[in-house]
């Protein structure tokens, strides 16, 4: 048996959950949907955690040093800090604290913190609050990362990462929060390190993130009625990467596209595109595409935003092309499509 639940409500019952499991579980920042409709929904933790639901100012800086501290001392704090853009304001308790406590220890500390934040294009959200830090920290060291793309994946990674003794990153993208999926009745933690193959497919392998893994399968439909069969691999964590699921499929079909909002240069489909170079090419019966958000700042006006932005029509466009069925002569450097 199964439902539907949208993406913020299996959110808000992994953290019900973690915190009535393990009472050393708190939440630093009292809205972690955001300040939307979503926000009634984390009332219920308040409601029934009281002061362990804790709102702090909006310092992130000063909040990502107390959720990386409380870690250390023996706490499994889960710390939001709203918005992504934000999140360079703490880039040095994240990437210099938090990642590498254990490390520089010596392995005597733990540091079990979770932080979160919602990030990508949001509609109208200019520049400042339209980033997507993800493949910036896949540059830090000691970090998980996770990227959840559905309801049931969220609810599964969220209960990793508040478990984990390491420093966990997950990012939301903010479209996602009202998005129902089916998820199972008998909910469980999902492994780090475990991709899902979202849809099968013998023609050409999509490995998509986040919000892209629903312009990936939005594509493979459109797709299916050319009579192409895409493969969808969402790999939902980073850090670690599932680098054999992804490979074994490309080793099936012989192409692949990968798709990620981030923007393209040193990103997420960069890596990746990399890895499956390095250790799959003799699999390769076409270059690899690559579809990503344009090296720009995202712009305010929305009919330029949707411009910068990869969505379904570019995942069709790149499928075609790794199957040889458009020019393929190169696009300018400052597209999202490589």
Not at 84 to 90: C, I, N, T, V
Not at 126 to 136: G, I, R
Request: hydrophobic share 45%.
């Amino acid at each position: 048996m199964s439902e539907k639940q949208t993406y913020a409500a299996a959110f808000v019952d992994a953290l019900i959950d973690s915190m009535a499991e393990d009472r050393m579980v708190s939440l630093i920042g009292s809205a972690p949907l955001g300040l939307g409709p979503e926000r009634v929904l984390t009332e219920r933790l308040r409601e029934r955690f009281g002061d362990r639901v804790i709102d702090p100012p909006t310092a992130e800086g000063g909040v990502a040093a107390v959720g990386a501290g409380a870690a250390m001392a023996g706490a499994r704090p889960f710390v939001d800090l709203l918005t992504g853009s934000f999140m360079y304001l703490a880039w040095m308790q994240i990437a210099n604290e938090a990642a590498v406590g254990h490390f520089m220890s010596g392995g005597k500390l733990t540091v079990p913190v979770t932080y979160h934040c919602l990030e990508g294009v949001r509609g109208a959200g200019a520049p400042q609050h339209s980033q997507s830090p993800h493949a910036m920290l896949w540059n830090a060291p000691g970090l998980e990362i996770v990227l959840p793309s559905t309801a049931a994946d969220v609810y599964g990674l969220v209960r990793s990462a508040i478990r984990s003794p390491n420093p966990t990153v997950i990012f939301s993208h903010a479209k996602l929060l009202g998005i129902a999926w089916e998820v199972p009745e008998d909910r469980a933690a999902i492994p780090f390190g475990v991709a899902d193959i979202k849809r099968r497919g013998r023609d050409v392998t999509i490995v998509a993130l986040s919000i892209a893994v629903h312009h990936a399968l939005a594509a493979a439909a459109q797709l299916a009625a050319e009579g192409i069969e895409a493969e969808v691999i969402d790999p939902r964590t980073l850090v670690p990467l599932d680098e054999q699921t992804i490979l074994d499929s490309v080793a099936k079909t012989g192409r692949l596209v990968v798709v990620d909002e981030a923007p393209l240069r040193g990103g997420v489909t960069s890596e990746i595109a990399g890895t499956v170079a390095e250790r799959g090419f003799h699999q390769l019966k076409a270059p690899i595409a690559r579809v990503a958000r344009a090296d720009v700042p995202v712009p305010f006006s929305p009919p330029l935003e949707k411009a910068v932005t990869p969505g379904v029509d570019d995942v069709v466009r790149a499928v075609n092309r790794v199957l040889g069925r458009v020019d393929t002569t190169p696009v300018p450097e400052t597209s999202r499509r490589a």
